[in-house]
């Protein structure tokens, strides 16, 4: 699941030595939707019967796949440029939550803020492209809907299933001295699952074949 204002194509350079990975994007939010019904709303029914099933979340999405968990059953969670609970919220998302910014989140104020959050969220010239793409596919409620419930989940403790979690060094979004027990890529920002994917892919193919029955 990717990370907020991202796609599926933020995995495109994972390799990943599996022939049954499903790659999930964002759906618009009902009016008012729960985080808890958005997340079954996302289950596909390969994965309603998958016998042994790893969910992978890319920041926001590390979230949702969290909440997926609650609802069918899971072998494994691989956080990427993600958090375990609310406590791995950053100050300025605790601002946003405390004074309710989230009503100035749209597709307009995505666009304009680029410049001002992108370097800093990792985005580089190359991945531009891969923002334009979900800017424009993605419609105007979930914008706002995201980053509401991003800003306000209300986890604060660490989900009973098996957490993994990588994590970058330089990851603004999520601070690694909020996170408990990462593997860490040094200097890895938000959005190193595109940029550092061959290190990522290593990681998370060495998890997997740790538990012979994942690695088939």
Request: a positive charge; one cysteine or more.
């Amino acid at each position: 699941m990717p990370g907020f204002c991202c796609n599926s194509k933020i995995f495109e350079r994972l390799k990943l030595r599996s022939d049954h990975i499903i790659k999930l994007d964002w759906i618009t939010p009902e009016k008012k939707e729960s985080i808890q019904s958005y997340a079954a709303r996302l289950i596909t029914p390969k994965m309603r019967t998958a016998e042994e099933l790893v969910l992978i979340g890319h920041s926001f999405g590390g979230v949702v796949v969290q909440e997926m968990a609650r609802i069918i059953p899971v072998k494994k969670i691989i956080l990427i440029s993600s958090m375990a609970s609310r406590k791995g919220l950053s100050n300025w998302l605790h601002l946003v939550r405390n004074l309710r910014l989230d009503i100035w989140v749209h597709k307009f104020t995505m666009k304009g803020t680029f410049w001002m959050w992108g370097k800093g969220a990792g985005f580089t010239k190359e991945m531009k492209p891969l923002f334009k793409i979900a800017l424009k596919a993605y419609e105007n409620r979930y914008f706002r809907w995201s980053v509401k419930n991003l800003a306000g989940w209300k986890q604060l403790t660490q989900n009973d299933i098996h957490l993994v979690l990588i994590h970058g060094s330089k990851d603004p979004i999520f601070p690694i001295k909020k996170v408990q027990n990462p593997i860490i890529i040094k200097n890895g920002k938000h959005l190193m699952v595109y940029d550092r994917a061959d290190e990522i892919s290593k990681i998370i193919s060495d998890i997997l074949t740790k538990d012979t029955s994942l690695a088939r």
